[in-house]
């Protein structure tokens, strides 16, 4: 799997928190995080969705996807999101690191 290019955009969402947008374009490669509680580098899989400017005006027009349970919910339907007027809501349940996501297709 090939290396996502920077910079990262990881989507960081708050317990309850959802992102409602369109999918113009979608990547999926590897990036090396720093966890935050100091455990040692790791390589994970990514999903990069490209938004428009309406969902993202600032600078990168995309969002790293780093949750392997949200990651696993959207690619099966990414196929019938890019490039389509259709909507999907992601919304956080909870707090890392126990935290889940849903996808709905609006």
């Not at 990036?31 to 969902?55: A, C, F, L, W, Y």
């Not at 990651?71 to 919304?91: D, E, F, H, M």
Request: no cysteine; glycine share 8%; charged share 20%.
């Amino acid at each position: 799997m090939p290396v996502l290019p920077g910079p990262y955009e990881i989507l960081e969402l708050g317990d309850g928190g959802s992102l409602t947008t369109t999918i113009l374009k979608s990547e999926e490669g590897e990036m090396t995080i720093n966890p935050r509680d100091g455990r040692s580098p790791k390589t994970i899989q990514v999903v990069r969705v490209h938004v428009p400017p309406e969902t993202k005006p600032l600078f990168p027009g995309y969002y790293d996807l780093t949750s392997s349970t949200l990651v696993a919910q959207l690619k099966p339907l990414l196929s019938t999101l890019v490039g389509n007027s259709r909507q999907v809501r992601i919304t956080k349940v909870g707090v890392a690191p126990r935290a889940r996501f849903t996808v709905e297709v609006i």
